[in-house]
């Protein structure tokens, strides 16, 4: 066996992937039979939370018009046996809210994507080394499928903070218009909670983000949810500090009695300000970005302009007499 793996370099590369694919399982199974227990916990609660769930009540119309082709795959492969359940389950779907991801399976559907990756990546980069007939050392193999296997684990994490980043982005950018918005509402007559429903159905072509996030208080006030709790939620749903900043003064101002709309126009000028101070930032910041491509590519360029014509004077010159001593 030893000679057929040292002779031929063919079945060395595919003891190799298989070995891979080997340690990969297993590894994962001891994760999953760690997370088995906590699953079968998770459910116990659950039951416990919402029995009418169990209840034998058929869901909604809705509901299951709502299932897309995601869902049931996740659900398929879970009844196959294999967990998807991820033991920081509500710190992931925290951030999958951050990034627009609101699906009740986006978690499942996230650790199923980074169990594929995490396979499939280095399964790939094994087949391409194969089918370009390259003959990489041991070393060499081991080191490109650790590194497109990591490639498969930490590319999905990358993904969703780079678009929760653009989300919160573009949240902070429509925040002032809203805030102003929203004090016109209320000067105007309206209470808050139809300003919400205004100012989200102002906003629902020029700021859809924000629009939605106004759109969602205002359906879990239709939905019975208190006002202070819906608020809280919003701020976390956002993950942007002006809109927890928002809520925690809507909540207070609630509570102690005082004027919402002097509330809305204090905190209205200091995001107005807020939003200048950072235009200002960029302003001054862009000398200093512009100087790394200045520096890089044009100083070079201007050294050589002024230099080469000296160059070539002491070369035509200086270089003959020196030689003629």
Not at 115 to 121: E, N, P, T
Not at 139 to 164: D, E, H, I, Q, T
Not at 181 to 203: I, K, Q, S, T
Request: one cysteine or more.
């Amino acid at each position: 066996m030893i000679d057929l793996l040292t002779r031929y370099p063919m079945i060395r590369f595919l003891s190799m992937g298989l070995l891979f694919v080997a340690v990969a399982l297993f590894s994962y199974g001891v994760v999953q039979t760690v997370v088995t227990r906590q699953r079968a916990r998770q459910r116990v609660g659950d039951i416990a939370e919402t029995p009418s769930r169990f209840s034998g009540e058929q869901g909604s119309l809705r509901a299951n018009q709502g299932e897309s082709a995601w869902a049931r795959l996740v659900d398929s492969i879970e009844q196959r046996g294999l967990s998807l359940v991820d033991t920081k389950d509500q710190t992931l779907r925290n951030r999958l809210i951050a990034a627009g991801y609101t699906a009740p399976y986006g978690p499942r559907l996230y650790t199923l994507i980074r169990l594929a990756l995490v396979i499939g990546l280095p399964l790939m980069a094994f087949a391409l080394l194969l089918l370009t007939g390259s003959a990489p050392g041991l070393f060499k193999l081991y080191l490109v499928l650790v590194a497109s296997a990591a490639l498969g684990l930490y590319a999905p994490a990358l993904f969703l903070r780079a678009r929760a980043d653009r989300r919160r982005e573009a949240i902070v950018r429509a925040f002032p218009d809203s805030l102003d918005l929203l004090l016109v509402c209320v000067e105007g007559g309206l209470g808050l909670d139809a300003a919400f429903g205004r100012v989200g159905m102002e906003l629902t072509h020029a700021h859809p983000l924000l629009a939605e996030q106004f759109g969602e208080v205002v359906l879990e006030l239709r939905a019975g949810r208190s006002r202070e709790d819906a608020l809280r939620r919003l701020g976390d749903r956002s993950g942007v500090d002006e809109v927890r900043a928002l809520s925690t003064l809507l909540i207070q101002s609630t509570k102690l009695g005082t004027s919402i709309g002097q509330t809305l126009r204090t905190y209205a000028s200091e995001m107005r300000e807020k939003r200048r101070m950072r235009a200002e930032e960029k302003a001054h910041r862009l000398p200093v970005l512009l100087s790394v491509p200045l520096v890089a590519c044009m100083l070079p360029v201007m050294i050589g302009v002024l230099m080469l014509p000296a160059a070539i004077r002491v070369v035509r010159a200086v270089l003959p007499a020196l030689g003629g001593h």
